[in-house]
């Protein structure tokens, strides 16, 4: 059983930055991919960003040069700095953790992007 915690969402201007955090319950050397989602009203849960244990990380097209994902193992974090946000950015964001072929999600934060 893993949990997992989001914070650092709000609202932001557009060209504004956010940090994104996600505190997990346990070690995440023990496991392998860790990643961010988001869900915007109406949409599905798309992948933005995911990072393995040995730090390879991979982004979806929309956020590529905008957004990065780091995990520090040791303090259990994984964080999503985004920057030069678009008003297309706003949408709840999801950590999520693969853990022994189970699936975890934490509740969310909401972003929005607005003037």
């Known amino acids: 059983q893993v949990q997992l915690v989001e914070s650092g969402g709000g609202l932001v201007q557009p060209g504004g930055s956010l940090r994104l955090s996600c505190a997990a319950s346990i070690s995440l050397f023990s496991i392998a991919d860790m990643a961010w989602y988001r869900q915007a009203p109406g949409k599905q849960r798309d992948l933005v960003a995911r990072?393995?244990?040995?730090?390879?990380?991979a982004y979806a097209d929309s956020v590529k040069g905008r957004f990065i994902i780091s995990r520090d193992n040791a303090k259990k974090m994984v964080s999503l700095q985004m920057d030069s946000l678009k008003p297309e950015d706003t949408a709840v964001y999801y950590c999520n953790a693969n853990f022994l072929q189970n699936n975890y999600w934490g509740q969310g934060t909401q972003v929005t992007v607005s003037s």
């Open positions: 990072i393995t244990r040995s730090r390879s990380t």
